[in-house]
DNA sequence: CGACTCTTTGAATTTTGTCAAACTGAGTGG
DNA sequence: CCACTCAGTTTGACAAAATTCAAAGAGTCG
């Protein structure tokens, strides 16, 4: 475990919080001024765990982390998936006991910061409390999106669905080239995130490489036919709240051009 | 549809806001102040859809709201049923997209708030706007728990414990007596909010009523035995992150001892 | 009473889980 | 460099959970 304390490691999330509005120069030099303790952390260790009471909320910096609970009978629900400019314990800066734990998957780099600082970053921009407000509720929506495909799709879309959300973030964050990408999660940790057995997993990726929709192999993910895929995941991207800019090169929201003039 | 405008129509949420800490005097009036239309809706109606761009959030100020959406195959997913001093579209504040739609269970009396209203209260108030952020925070708790449920429960422990939360947040709100208490969902909307099939619900209740943990007719709940529904339904209560002073009369919370000196 | 929605019941079917074992590939230590 | 380990993937057979379909009963409201 290396740490120390940097000043300009929050890129990643000040890119993600920039897809809603332009920060000012004096918003970014308040979020340059947060003191940010960086850590490495191994594959496969917790972070913080259920019933903690954290000081400091997490940010991910590199890597992928993931928060989850267990329900009796030790089974496991994955609840998120968390990908660099991530916070996934954002939500301990208003709740005090966490009724979560959170892990990583792959090696990561995490930068912790301080609750004390961040309600002071939030007093001092009511802009920047309102951004990681919204990344709650982001955050939310997609648990929200989660729910009805586990209440309410068969295997196949499920996991269909869940890929075409993990392609679109990693793309949304530049963490892929349009096609191929990063995937480190055995399909023990995608059946504990859809509510399905691990088996019943190998079972669909099968189907849907027979399909030709996907490659999976070593951890790299290849979305071969982006059309089927969405199909057969009955996908509609909505509820990720992107911004339309990273997705079809539309023009400006509103609030982005109005942060300019 | 009668409509109105009130002043002190909000007491509901004022309440529930009180949980954490109590407002000062300036933040009481600073709600007071905040312009609220007051509607009354008849059962199963819809009062925001999927797609909209409130320009207004709602709160329930009497009846049960729920929030829902559909996957494929006309299949619908209930996310989350609201009570009095609920906010179902908190989230619009800073999502301009709404990805749920949200209709009335019974008949209901709904207060909208325009979001320039709101967005100036939380200006005004970094603790009000805390307090609501707060709102949406334990939304996503009780999201998370209910996908764990779904995910990864079978369907006697999930029905379970999906009574024992809504026991736990009438209660909260002083709309059970202890024991009884209004339960007005019909068996196909507690399937589509657990991802279970009406007849299996039925079959499912017909298990708890054996099993003399709660009796359930004609829209009454009564809580037979809350030790064992709690066990059947692996409950714990952490999750919703109630006050205290609530649930058990032990002592205040720190937050609140230190409003008040 | 009649229309309607909601609940209940039974039987057959589908989906998914469980168990157990074989296979694969990437390290690891002798 | 080669067995060896170990985690992850794959396969098959069987079992369990829940769904679907169809129809009958109950309760409510005009």
Redesign the pocket.
Known sequence: LSKGVSTVTLNPLVRKLENTFLLTEAEHAAVRRVPVRVTDLKA?QDIVREGDRPTRSCFVLKGITYSYKFAA?G?RQILSFHIAGDAPDLQSLHLPVLDISIGSITACTIGFVEHEALHALCASSPRIAAALWRETLIESAIFREWMTSIGR????P?VAHFLCEYYQRMNAVGLSDGQTMSFP???????DAL????????????ALRAADAIS????VLKVLDWEKLQEIGEFDPTYLHLAIKKLNGVADPPDRAAARS
């Open positions: 496969d009978a089974k799709r068969l295997a196949y499920r999660l055995s399909q023990e940790e995608i059946g509510g399905l057995s691990t088996v019943h997993i190998n079972r669909v990726l099968q999976l192999k070593n951890a």
